[in-house]
């Protein structure tokens, strides 16, 4: 859990073993779901970027959506109280996902098959996404990136979230080009 800190990436590489898919092929599928980290790095990058190396290498490792979106909705937040601010953030998030795949695999086997369960993650993300959609650019790149994960996961799974990450981006991009 410590060293896969994303529910999608996890979730994905295990199922895949659990359907008997091989560990290579397991671990790429993971890496591909995980590939949008790459891109909170990059928008996180100028927040990062006046701090002692030890931090961008020990802060880096905790980027996942919730600090991500934490991070973002806070920009006010800069210097030495940013530091302390994503350490306290990330590590308190760590801890509390450690803890919860601890409590999954101690307690999973006493609960009952829960089909509904995959519905879980999507309705988190969902939630986190929708109070940020309030301009034109981020509902029409919300909406591309929807419509191209559906529909390229009727053809390669593995590749719909960075398939509609990529045209969701593109799509922000352009609108905000228009709408400036």
């Not at 006046?50 to 991500?68: C, E, K, N």
């Not at 109280?81 to 601890?102: E, T």
């Amino acid at each position: 859990a410590a060293l896969v800190f994303g529910g999608s990436a996890q979730l994905t590489t295990l199922s895949l073993l659990h359907l008997g898919t091989g560990l290579l092929a397991a671990v790429v599928s993971g890496a591909v779901v995980n590939s949008r980290v790459l891109l909170y790095g990059a928008a996180l990058g100028p927040r990062f970027a006046d701090h002692p190396r030890w931090f961008r290498w020990l802060g880096a490792s905790v980027i996942q959506d919730q600090t991500y979106l934490s991070a973002i909705g806070r920009p006010e937040i800069r210097g030495a109280a940013f530091l302390r601010y994503w350490l306290w953030l990330g590590f308190s998030l760590l801890l509390v996902w450690m803890s919860a795949v601890a409590a999954g695999i101690a307690l999973g086997p006493l609960a009952p098959p829960l089909p509904h369960l995959p519905l879980v993650g999507t309705a988190l993300f969902v939630a986190m996404l929708a109070p940020r959609l309030v301009a034109r650019p981020a509902v029409a790149g919300a909406g591309a990136a929807a419509l191209v994960a559906l529909a390229v996961g009727l053809l390669a799974p593995s590749l719909a979230i960075i398939a509609g990450t990529a045209a969701g981006l593109l799509v922000s991009l352009k609108v905000e080009g228009i709408s400036s």
